[in-house]
């Protein structure tokens, strides 16, 4: 090599060098840290469609809004009921087609804007006249329309009789937005972050679909201040990939959703911790009453004796779901375990076999049993197989189990399986939420051809019952039926599980039945 | 040259007017793949939560009832408007999708095949100059080892290995959360965006989160090149020019490293744009794996919620890519030795 050309050599990489140690410098004095003092970084597998809340229907897009925005009426944590939030109280007709509710004064939208009942009957009915492919308008089917008395009285005029409509003002559809700022026929967009104000803890300030959401403390929030200073929701394709980043300290905290395995695996992980409350999500593996052999009550009963909850709730889920023996899970009033009062808590071949042999049906009885692999986590391979190996082992059945993607298995349904799994996550956490679109004939969305009209008398008298006590007898009277028919076979019930470092405090005090992540309660160490 | 001028243009010409029917196919290809299966995204979003009847009227309302020809027909009057669409499960715009998430891609990409060369060139020529040694051994078992494993499969090993296990590199993500919240956006690209605004702490987290996506992306890729560059040194090691140069004194390390080095790069070229197409399909998968959020991480994401609009356009624009790509490289190919023609 010549001199020149060494020397040149040399010269570029003294610069680089130079360079380099000037960047690495600037950067230890001016690199963020990688986790602010009380700012929590949580990491979710959920995805946000819209955040506008006319045009979402699904939990990641909730959980977004319960921060930013509010509802007449709310869950307290640990409350079950419905509680004054943005209303001070509500209160019904006596027929229960009118529900009147006074608002609270002196409320502010995050842009300063001030709450009254324009803003109420706007919202409501925005959702309706917007009528979003998200179908979260359907929340809001019995509500003939919305009157307001002076800026802080509003009522609801219903289609029919509904003692449950305190718990519709409290989902995503009741969500209260600012009529000067959301327009009347069309979503905001996500992008328009200065215009998604609400009058919830927080306000949204940067939103990058599918990477991130950044919401800062709400400064005319009205209500008690955040225990922490923002949010920072972070958005992972993969549980396995958020496990990596919460094990490393990147984030503080995630909420939703690992696979039973790495909970499993976080929860003996030195500095984390799996914490767990009630649930409300549930199992259930749906009957085609109209298709052989389920058509046939006898081996709908004898699958319901057979069912292996406990198995698949300790071997499948590591104990992260519990045996359900209702469609009503427990932890929600008027929840009666009727299929352990009608089939019992375990097993039971014996019983299985003699139903059937009373019935006249030859054994095994072949039985194809459809799942989808990823809709309702990697554990459903498991779980079904779990459910074959059981069935098969009976002697009672010979199961064949058959997958569809869940694009494909969405649409079918009853319309062609004979027996399926299916999941339910509510739109409010009530009795009426687990029964009516499963067992009610006009609302029934299994395509299961469940008809019966002695449920459809209980479901009515539930819906127009005019005391709490009174609505709790037909709730518990529609799920021994339920049990007795068997259309459907609930078989777990999923806690509600949030997995955080040592210094996130106050997450067990949010895991209660409503399902909500009250990320304003949260502070950090 | 006179005579080449035309030759060329001619054939720039056509290779540009194939660019119509390779897309042309492409859209056909994809619009129909998508609706082969039954369900749409209504049905994906909504089904098991509302009844039948709820799901076809909003299907209706939203003309996925209307004959596949109809459908057809219209995407294709749209796209040739230049517009993509909105995506149905949350109303972006496709084309926002392809700016910001196709920066991103751009990034790990870039730096990937970065990666890959500096990794094919390094080992190949080493291999190539130490034929049949122990090196020459151990760099090809390396080349056909990282070629043959999964990227999702490196991927994890990276995260476990250099994120858990040493702590030494962030393990998803294009930079911490708060970077990413505190950062301003110019170009979308994080690298840039950080010089731009001079915030070196910025690019130094960025930079961190880029390592092991790129490295793991190009890594795979490099084992292509190892092979390639491999082969070339060793070929052109034995023209008469090489030998031509030994014979006139010239030391072995300026034979192999000023002339048959530089003459065993160029079939590399081609092979660059062909790689292209390889390390996008592979970007999505590391995309994926890393949670970097560019646009094969969204076509995993909106392929699941079987959102029509978003999964074409994307699908399209990556056909796009690998066609542009393909036609540079023909074009460079082609000037640079006047023999090739296609």
Redesign the interface.
Known sequence: MHLRTRVRYLVALGVGAVALAA??A??A????????AS?I?DGTTD????VDPA?N??YGSFTVDILIYQHLLDFPAGSKVPSPSLATGCSANAALTAWTCKLKQGVKFSNGDPFTSADVKWSFDRVNKI?D???IY?LLANLKNVTTSGAYSVTFHLKSAQSTWPFILTTGAATIVDHKVYPAGK?V???DVANLVGTGPYKLT?F?????A?FELNPNYAGAKPKNSSV?I?Y???S???K??L??G??DMAFRDFTPTEYAALGKTSGITVFKGNGVVIRYLVLNVKRTPTNNPAVRQALAYLMPRQDIATRIYHGNVQPLYSMVPAGLPGHTDAFAMQYGTAPNTAKAKAVLTKAGVKMPVPLTVWWTP??YGDASADEYTEIQRALNASGVFKVTLKSA?????????G?QYGAFQ???FPDYPDAEDYLVPFYDSH???T?NGYKSAAMDAILAKEQAAKTTAERLVYVEQAQTLAAKDAPIIPYWQGAMLAVARSDIHGIPGTLDPTYIMRFWELSKS | MGAQGPSLKRYALTRIALVFPMVFILLTLVFLLMRVAPGNPVSAALGGHVPPAVINQISRRLGYDKPVYVQYGDYLWDVARGNFGTTISDRRSVGSIILVNGAATLELTFFAMLVALVVGLLVGLVCGRFRDSPIDAGGRLFGIVVYATPVFFLGLLAQLVFGVWLNWLPTSDQASPITLALMKTHTNILFIDAIIDGNWGALWDVVQHLILPATTLGIVYGGVFIRLIRVNVIRTLKEDYIEAARARGINERSVVYRHAFKNALVPVITVVGLQLALLLGGAILTETEFNWPGIGHELYVYLQNRDYAAVQGIVVVFGLVVVLASIVIDFAAAFIDPRVRY
């Open positions: 960047v690495a600037s950067a004095l001016s690199a963020p840290q990688r986790s602010n700012v970084l995805t946000v469609t819209n045009g229907y699904d009528k492919p998200s179908g359907g979503l967009a996500n992008s940067k990058t679909p599918g990477q991130q950044v920072i972070t992972y394709a993969k396995s990939t958020m990596l980043a094990q490393q990147t984030i990823t809709h993607e869940w694009a494909t298995y969405s649409k079918t349904l319309t299916l999941g339910w609302s029934n969305f395509s």
